[in-house]
């Protein structure tokens, strides 16, 4: 009899089932992360998720937290600088979070966002995201010279116009797309008490 060698069982980690289950979020929201349906996504038995996780909630805690590093991590790589380039910098977070390249994230932030109003816990970690992200924001207009109140205001109002912008759909809006955004960013970057060349 002809031996038929078996094919290895797949082994998934802890952060493998993350990475899974952060897809399915962003694709079905909250709702449509459970257990059994991501197994089967993943091709592995619903054994092997309880290998590392104590529950759902244990893997929804993962999601969560891994989200949440990245976040942070991400804000305060993109708004370092060097000294004298701090403006340049501006522009150039304005165009990284408005770009249409990061509709993969801004689907995750969206569902992530969701599930916050539902949850304390989740409500917590997007609180905890969003203080970095101002806090930082306000550090480069305040490198410019711009004063705290205002420097505020800006950061608001250009985490603002990266969110806004990712729920619209704005292409027949007006002809000319990549100026209107140019325009937008001239708006949240300069400022009239620190009068700063744009970059470029």
Same mark, same amino acid.
């Given at each position: 009899?002809?031996?038929? *060698?078996? $094919?290895?069982?797949?082994?998934? %980690?802890?952060?493998?089932?993350? *990475?899974?289950?952060?897809?399915?979020?962003? #694709? !079905?929201?909250?709702?449509?992360? @459970?257990? #059994?349906?991501?197994?089967?996504?993943?091709?592995?038995?619903?054994?092997?998720?309880?290998?590392?996780?104590?529950? @759902?909630?244990?893997?929804?805690? &993962?999601?969560?937290?891994?989200? $949440?590093? &990245? @976040?942070?991590?991400?804000?305060? $790589?993109?708004? @370092?600088?060097?000294?004298?380039?701090?403006?340049?910098?501006?522009?150039?977070?304005?165009?990284?979070?408005?770009?249409?390249?990061?509709?993969?994230?801004?689907?995750?932030?969206?569902?992530?966002?969701?599930? *916050?109003?539902? +949850?304390?816990?989740?409500?917590?970690?997007?609180? !905890?995201?969003? +203080?970095?992200?101002?806090?930082?924001?306000?550090?480069?207009?305040?490198?410019?010279?711009?004063?705290? #109140?205002?420097?505020?205001?800006?950061?608001?109002?250009?985490?603002?116009?990266?969110?806004?912008?990712?729920?619209?759909?704005? %292409?027949?809006? %007006?002809? +000319?797309? *990549?100026?209107?955004?140019?325009?937008?960013? +001239?708006?949240?970057?300069?400022? &009239?008490?620190?009068?700063?060349?744009?970059? &470029?």
């Amino acid at each position: 009899m002809e031996n038929i *060698a078996k $094919k290895p069982r797949v082994q998934l %980690d802890r952060d493998a089932w993350i *990475a899974g289950a952060t897809e399915v979020l962003a #694709e !079905e929201g909250i709702a449509g992360l @459970r257990v #059994e349906v991501l197994a089967k996504r993943l091709k592995v038995t619903k054994g092997s998720f309880y290998w590392h996780f104590s529950d @759902r909630r244990d893997l929804l805690m &993962g999601v969560l937290h891994h989200w $949440k590093e &990245g @976040r942070i991590r991400d804000i305060r $790589k993109q708004t @370092r600088t060097q000294p004298g380039r701090e403006l340049e910098q501006i522009y150039h977070v304005i165009d990284v979070y408005g770009a249409s390249r990061s509709r993969r994230g801004m689907m995750i932030e969206l569902a992530v966002r969701d599930w *916050a109003r539902r +949850d304390a816990q989740a409500a917590a970690i997007v609180a !905890e995201v969003d +203080d970095v992200r101002l806090r930082c924001g306000r550090e480069l207009f305040l490198a410019c010279g711009v004063p705290i #109140e205002e420097a505020s205001s800006r950061c608001m109002l250009l985490y603002a116009y990266v969110f806004g912008v990712s729920l619209m759909i704005y %292409d027949r809006f %007006d002809s +000319d797309i *990549a100026r209107l955004k140019r325009d937008i960013a +001239d708006l949240i970057a300069r400022s &009239g008490t620190a009068r700063m060349a744009a970059p &470029g």
